[in-house]
């Protein structure tokens, strides 16, 4: 039997994979959330409390409950504790998304979200890349509207995040969402073109 075709969707702050990803689950592809994954791994995973604790002691999990503001300062502020923690993160979201795959492997479509796909070394693990675009400037609004953070904080979150162009790059498939380009037809023309895909591999065609 063939598994699935993977979709990796991906793009920075206030790009708007969220709405990309919303639209694919609405047209009835599965979709894993991988930031969404990753908090519930981290607030519950046994392995990650501890190896968390080690690195950044037990008020990361005070009376057992993870101390979000703390862990995302720790991210956010040092290169190489972020390193730290996410090689502590990312192998369990990954083997997370492995099983997550295996539950649906009677789908022929499927896709992973990620923020840090390529950077967290995601792209492995699906087929194709779709990269989610939007100008710097209508990301910086977006982002200061939906967490009600400062520019300087939202610039700062950008700046650690792998750039549009090294994106761009090495996507296979780019969605442009500028508040002028309609998104749906975009997204119905990228999973029409799965969709064949999946049609003439089954007939050999």
């Known amino acids: 039997m063939s598994m699935p075709i993977k979709l990796g969707i991906t793009g920075g702050i206030g790009s708007g994979k969220s709405v990309v990803s919303r639209l694919l689950e609405i047209m009835g592809v599965p979709v894993y959330l991988s930031d969404a994954e990753s908090k519930r791994l981290t607030a519950t995973d046994s392995h990650i409390r501890r190896e968390l604790i080690a690195l950044l002691g037990e008020e990361v999990y005070p009376n057992g409950e993870l101390n979000k503001p703390l862990l995302a300062n720790a991210l956010f502020s040092d290169p190489e504790q972020a390193r730290k923690i996410n090689s502590v993160i990312h192998p369990c979201v990954k083997e997370d998304f492995r099983q997550w795959v295996e539950k649906h492997k009677d789908a022929p479509l499927i896709a992973l979200e ?92």
């Open 114 to 205: 990620a923020a840090i796909l390529i950077e967290a070394g995601f792209a492995g693990e699906v087929d194709y890349i779709v990269m989610v675009y939007a100008p710097m400037d209508i990301r910086i609004e977006r982002a200061m509207k939906r967490d009600a953070s400062p520019r300087e904080e939202i610039v700062r979150r950008i700046r650690h995040q792998m750039s549009d162009e090294e994106k761009k790059a090495k996507a296979h498939y780019t969605i442009l969402n500028d508040g002028a380009q309609a998104i749906i037809p975009q997204v119905e023309e990228l999973l029409n073109t799965f969709t064949h895909n999946i049609i003439e591999t089954k007939l050999n065609i």
